[in-house]
């Protein structure tokens, strides 16, 4: 018997950008039990570019949902939009105990109708609650705490929530004990496979040329540009020391007010060591400068399972760490970790650059292996897979 499962909150199949687009990307494309069968919402705001309601990608039933420009509440809308959608096809279709997977903690207010209905068709509403989404400084107050009771309320009403993370799954299960949440851990997953690009590769040469940057001479950044990835503190302590490598930084800062404070605040722009070079869609090209980066610098303080972590742990040999629980629950010795306090994450970068070859060596096998054995794709997928058939 087929088990239908309706995936809402991404933005959508195929997968140009974003975790949660890649991590349906990987459920869909690496399916082994056929008898589950996707469905996959997909956003669009311009009705021009709506071709068809419905297509096939990865074997998947995708169906678009358009969206018109109401500003931040466009995700609600599309959460909304999307669910109405999917209880109706399977109402429609007389499906046997669809799961409608809701991907982020957007519409708890709207939750209670919305499992009603879900059960009165015989189906079970599962979320992703994703990391701590109202803790982010990009937020102001009001949508800060708007996001504290839609998750709030998400976990109350939901019949399953998959966390990514363990320390996430504690946190929903202390936080929210009086509803006594149902949870389970299933980590995000990563690519493994090293890139096609070869060392001279012109692609690669020329954007080395372009920043002035040199293989194996620069430590990598790869992050959305905001407070909460600690920008302030890997620049400034960088800056504070002797290292002769350069910082790289690949992030879109483009009429960016954090960038100008920060600017102001550290005076990076007369150190030439420190390079933001913007961002990079090729995923091979990214993949390579992540290769051949001497280290990567991890400044996330918020979120569960990160994407960027788990191809940093993949690809590049030596990874240092913003000291968080996410972060050592990802990496656990297979990486350094540092704290804000000053200067410890300069003297860290001082003694990473003096690690012999050998102490590289084996950092780098300890994080891949870490990555093999918990976050390939494959086993993520099973996992998914796994649950989906049992519950």
Request: glycine share 4%; with cysteine.
């Amino acid at each position: 018997m087929k088990r239908h499962v309706f995936i809402v909150g991404s933005k959508g199949i195929p997968a140009n950008y974003g975790g949660y687009e890649t991590f349906v990307e990987y459920l869909t494309k690496l399916r082994q039990d056929t008898n589950i069968q996707y469905h996959v919402a997909c956003k669009v705001t311009d009705k021009a570019k709506m071709k068809s309601k419905q297509f096939q990608h990865n074997n998947a039933d995708c169906f678009n949902i358009f969206v018109p420009n109401i500003g931040p509440a466009q995700a609600i809308y599309y959460d909304i939009a999307s669910l109405n959608y999917s209880i109706k096809y399977a109402r429609r279709h007389h499906l046997n105990k669809p799961i409608f997977y809701i991907l982020a903690c957007r519409i708890g207010p709207f939750m209670n109708d919305i499992v009603r209905r879900v059960h009165a068709i015989g189906g079970v509403v599962y979320v992703n609650p994703d990391g701590h989404e109202w803790m982010r400084a990009k937020w102001s107050k009001p949508v800060r705490q708007y996001w504290k009771y839609s998750e709030q309320l998400m976990v109350k009403h939901a019949d399953l929530l998959i966390c990514d993370s363990k320390n996430i799954e504690k946190y929903i299960q202390t936080t929210y004990a009086q509803y006594q949440p149902k949870t389970t851990f299933i980590a995000y997953g990563a690519d493994v496979k090293r890139s096609v690009l070869a060392d001279d590769d012109p692609k690669l040469l020329n954007w080395y040329q372009k920043f002035g940057i040199r293989a194996n001479h620069y430590y990598l950044v790869v992050g959305r540009f905001v407070p909460e990835n600690n920008y302030e503190t890997m620049i400034r302590e960088f800056m504070a020391s002797k290292s002769k490598k350069d910082l790289v930084l690949i992030t879109n800062v483009e009429k960016n007010k954090f960038y100008d404070q920060l600017k102001a605040k550290t005076h990076f722009d007369a150190d030439k060591r420190i390079k933001f070079v913007g961002t990079v869609y090729d995923a091979e090209l990214l993949k390579k400068l992540r290769e051949q980066a001497f280290a990567y610098l991890h400044g996330h303080s918020v979120g569960g399972t990160n994407p960027s972590l788990l191809e940093a742990l993949a690809s590049t040999r030596l990874n240092l760490l913003y000291d968080v629980g996410f972060n050592r629950e990802v990496a656990e010795y297979g990486a350094l970790y540092w704290s804000k306090e000053t200067h410890y994450l300069a003297n860290l970068i001082e003694q990473t650059d003096a690690l012999s070859a050998d102490e590289i060596a084996k950092l780098d096998q300890k994080s891949t292996k870490r990555v093999l054995d918990a976050y390939s794709w494959t086993f993520i997928v099973s996992e998914y897979e796994r649950t989906l058939r049992v519950n």
